[in-house]
């Protein structure tokens, strides 16, 4: 029983810790945002080798290991995202009336340096796992990715809970390809698919009991890919869910944070200028 609790209870608390404190983190002013990633960039580095080191250790301990460099890595690739550093070409909203085909080329273009870096990094993760008997890294960024690209055409497509007020100011511009709706046709079948590779891996872990690191193996993943289907749920259900993370808006009341938006543009970035000049635009015309 304690092979199956304490992974469940060890993943749970480090998807809640890990992205509370990404939005902690990404909500405090930008001139933080080079010394966060400096350190994320270190525990990056230090979760690749880890990785490299798990990936040959078939025991529970090294699917401690190789599951929490996976989420180190992910979260790298979140941290660097909402920072505005690995985002896209595109980094300003949509003119009101965008839909379509040529609506979602730019909501691919927001994001596009990003979608490159995960299959470049998801690439790294393949190859550190290559032939080797703990793959449990592997599997864990594999879930994640898929549920992340799922997630994300969920919101393009349109749900109930946007959850718009833990994007940073200086990502204003994603909310233009938010949608709010009750529900769209792809998020049953998003949560069926991934339901059923759910119920897979419990049966898995469920079949090799005698195998303390294959059972840990199997909840990790299982776990994490649990918590993806709730986060889906989040997206639709009318309940409070994002409360979870209250804590981590906190970042966003830090002394001299305000000051820094209404900073001139030569001195800000180019990501933040854009969204200047964006909103400059909208006051001329309401003028």
């Given amino acids: 029983m304690t092979t199956v609790l304490w992974p469940m209870l060890f993943a749970l608390l480090l998807w809640w810790f890990s992205t509370g404190l990404i939005i902690y983190l990404d909500g405090l002013p930008t001139r933080t945002f080079r010394w966060s990633m400096l350190g994320g960039t270190v525990l990056l580095i230090a979760a690749l080798f880890g990785l490299a080191h798990a990936a040959g250790d078939a025991s ?3 699917a401690y290991l190789a599951f929490a460099c996976s989420l180190v890595i992910w979260g790298w690739l979140e941290m660097s995202f909402y920072m505005g550093y690995v985002t896209g070409p595109r980094r300003h909203r949509c003119k009101p009336g965008c839909k379509g085909i ?13 979608e490159l870096a995960i299959v470049l990094l998801g690439a790294v993760v393949l190859v550190l796992s290559w032939n080797a008997p703990n793959k449990v890294g592997l599997w864990t960024f594999l879930v994640l990715a898929w549920m992340h690209e799922s997630a994300r055409l969920n919101v393009f497509l349109g749900v109930r809970n946007l959850n718009a007020e833990f994007i940073p100011p200086h990502m204003d511009h994603l909310r233009s390809f938010l949608r709010k709706r009750p529900m769209n046709a792809l ?9 059923v590779v759910l119920v897979l891996l419990v049966q898995q872990a469920m079949s090799v009991a005698g195998d303390p690191f294959a059972v840990a193996g199997f909840t990790f993943v299982a776990t994490i890919m649990a918590l993806a289907i709730l986060e889906h749920w989040f997206l639709v259900l009318p309940l409070p869910f994002a409360r979870l993370w209250d804590w981590s808006l906190k970042s966003r009341s830090v002394p001299g944070h305000r000051q820094e938006m209404a900073a001139q543009p030569e001195t800000r970035a180019p990501l933040m200028v854009g969204i200047q000049t964006v909103r400059q635009a909208l006051s001329s015309r309401v003028l």
């Fill in 187 to 195: 998020f049953p079948i998003s949560v069926t698919v991934s339901t």
């Fill in 102 to 114: 040529r609506h979602f080329g730019h909501a691919l273009q927001v994001s596009l340096y990003h």
């Fill in 60 to 62: 529970v301990t090294g």
